[in-house]
């Protein structure tokens, strides 16, 4: 007789309810605008590329904390890119992309039955996944307020953030984030603030180059405990395909965590670690990438305005977060037959139900496509 196994609980995978709007949309006769999943298509920099290839004889086991390289790299880039000086090696751990990494820090702080995670109120799934997995609770946390009177039982241990937000691309500012900092220590919560796409803020005259992070001096005095910055290179540098991430903060919390990963083997590969390293210490791969993400997003905004959907904040990140204030299944399908292929905001919490997710992760040749689909007939 077979064990009785009871694995946790999941949603089934959102992107398989897609399946059928896919099809319909591949059936155009220019061809599928895959505007969905936001998975980059850019090449991967050749000073990334190089760095990996120096480095793949690499016979011996990775280092789990990191090469003393790539964690001064993601220092050094904190201090220039972000504003965030004074980290130290012992704060900053690399890891196998950021997906992983949020799917099981609340696992990594040893949440379980009763704990509640805060996550936002249209968010990325993992974020909850990541609750579920450790049988903890997830409980949205639109503002602060809205997790009403807190006792030990209804106040999250852990409480995600997320800017510039996916799905929504909404910036929280300097104010915003130094308030959430403070009433998360009155409360002795951890903060995890996931900012994978920093470097991609449209707005101009903001703090630094990039969106503020919550380890910046003027949100958290340069006090780092208790938070937690979550990083991706999938974006900025075209390397999803190089599972390339970190994590920085606290150093006691960075510790912890880097325990429980040496005993599950989650290790960066070497060459990767490397890759990661050069990729971080050039800027101008950065600069050129944004301004190409920049032109798409010009051309498409443009579109899909004029299309009659509404965009709500967008500001920042890959995607538009558009509306024709009807259900979002609705928008998919009229967007399906146009050959064109976008995210329900469902995906991302009940509050995203009359939104879609556009992304501009797709070549020039294709958002031209989409624009020329999207114009309204003469």
């Known amino acids: 007789m077979a064990p009785r196994l009871s694995p946790p609980a999941l949603p089934d995978f959102p992107w398989d309810s897609l399946a059928p709007y896919k099809a319909r949309a591949s059936a155009h006769p220019g061809g599928l605008v895959d505007l969905s999943v936001g998975t980059p298509v850019d090449p991967t920099p050749a000073v990334v590329r190089d760095a990996l290839v120096a480095a793949a004889d690499a016979p011996g086991y990775p280092l789990t904390v990191g090469t003393a390289d790539v964690r001064a790299a993601i220092c050094e880039w904190f201090a220039r890119r972000r504003g965030v000086s004074g980290l130290q090696p012992e704060a900053v751990l690399p890891t196998i992309g950021s997906k992983e990494l949020v799917a099981w820090l609340p696992t990594f702080l040893g949440l379980g039955a009763g704990d509640l995670v805060g996550i936002p109120a249209v968010a990325y799934p993992t974020y909850d996944i990541g609750a579920r997995l450790a049988g903890a609770t997830s409980v949205v946390a639109q503002s602060l307020t809205s997790l009403g009177p807190l006792t030990a039982a209804t106040t999250p241990k852990l409480l995600w953030l997320n800017s510039p937000g ?177 995210a329900p905001g469902s995906f991302y919490g009940a509050a995203g139900g009359q939104h879609v997710r556009i992304a501009l992760t797709a070549t020039d040749e294709r958002i031209a496509a989409a624009c020329s689909r999207l114009a309204p007939a003469s």
Request: glycine letters at 8%; one cysteine or more.
């Open 166 to 342: 996916n799905p929504n691309g909404q910036v929280l500012g300097v104010a915003h984030l130094r308030k959430v900092v403070e009433w998360a220590r009155e409360h002795d919560v951890v903060v995890a603030s996931d900012e994978c796409y920093a470097e991609l803020d449209w707005r101009d005259g903001q703090l630094g180059t990039t969106t503020p992070s919550v380890l910046h001096p003027e949100v958290c005095d340069g006090d780092h405990r208790g938070l937690l910055a979550v990083y991706s290179l999938s974006k900025q540098s075209n390397l999803a395909g190089y599972r390339a991430a970190f994590v920085a903060g606290d150093p006691e919390i960075i510790g912890s965590v880097l325990e429980v990963r040496k005993h599950a083997g989650m290790i960066m590969p070497t060459p990767v670690q490397h890759a990661m390293a050069a990729a971080l210490r050039d800027d101008a791969h950065v600069d050129a990438q944004r301004a190409a993400y920049g032109r798409r997003r010009e051309r498409l905004l443009a579109a899909v305005t004029a299309a009659g959907l509404r965009v709500d904040h967008s500001e920042a990140g890959l995607y538009l977060w558009a509306t024709r204030e009807e259900d979002c299944w609705t928008t998919v399908s009229a967007l399906a037959d146009l050959g064109i292929l976008v």
